[in-house]
T-cell receptor, first 114, second 113 residues
């Protein structure tokens, strides 16, 4: 089954404790992206990757890191989480330009930073 | 400045009634337009998209949207809603022609039995 898998789905952590949210897709997509969803703000892009070893900042990259060492994986790293990073996070992937805008989303990871 | 506006944060509608969810954008360049739907506790899924060609676009589950360049709008419509259409709907715009989408703040559609 074609899917984007995120882990963990739910996480409660404390300020400053490094964490990683994993994202994996099995559709051989070149493009992957991370969004955060907050009430009243919709989805905002954190980072994206056009292909392996190519990453770039989105609209709200502060406090986050990403890597793209393999085509299928795109982990989101919070080196020192803070309470303002409490949010619902979505990973998404897509084919290249020929399917512009058709993003496949994971089910989301709800993060709470105390 | 480039932006996407969904003026209605919540839209309640009775079952089998028609519905329109509004989306306006601001851009000085050509855009690609999308509607995504998010059912409770799920990720988003593509409902329909406009890249070029006919301005009336049909999507899944009986939804359609019309691109109006002069009014910079891309409103979503359905002639008769079902309980199962209860969800949050996001309008999204690509300003660069790539996969980087800029999302609106969402409209929560609640279908009342």
């Amino acid at each position: 089954e074609a899917q984007v898998t995120q882990n963990p789905r739910y996480l409660i952590t404390v300020t400053g404790k490094k964490l990683t949210v994993t994202c994996s897709q099995n559709m051989n997509h070149e493009y992957m992206s991370w969004y955060r969803q907050d009430p009243g703000l919709g989805l905002r892009q954190i980072y994206y990757s056009m292909n392996v070893e190519v990453t770039d900042k989105g609209d709200v990259p502060e406090g986050y890191k990403v890597s793209r060492k393999e085509k299928r994986n795109f982990p989101l790293i919070l080196e020192s989480p803070s309470p303002n990073q409490t949010s619902l996070y979505f990973c998404a992937s897509s084919f290249g330009q020929e399917r512009t805008g058709e993003l496949f989303f994971g089910e989301g990871s709800r993060l709470t930073v105390l | 400045a480039q932006s996407v506006t969904q003026l209605d944060s919540q839209v309640p509608v009775f079952e089998e009634a028609p519905v329109e969810l509004r989306c306006n954008y601001s851009s000085s360049v050509s855009v690609y337009l999308f509607w995504y739907v998010q059912y409770p506790n799920q990720g988003l899924q593509l409902l329909l998209k406009y890249l070029s060609g006919s301005t009336l676009v049909k999507g899944i589950n009986g939804f359609e949207a019309e691109f109006n360049k002069s009014q910079t709008s891309f409103h979503l419509r359905k002639p008769s809603v079902h309980i199962s259409d209860t969800a949050e709907y996001f309008c999204a715009v690509s300003f660069t022609g790539a996969n980087n989408l800029f999302f609106g703040t969402g409209t929560r559609l609640t279908v009342i039995p």
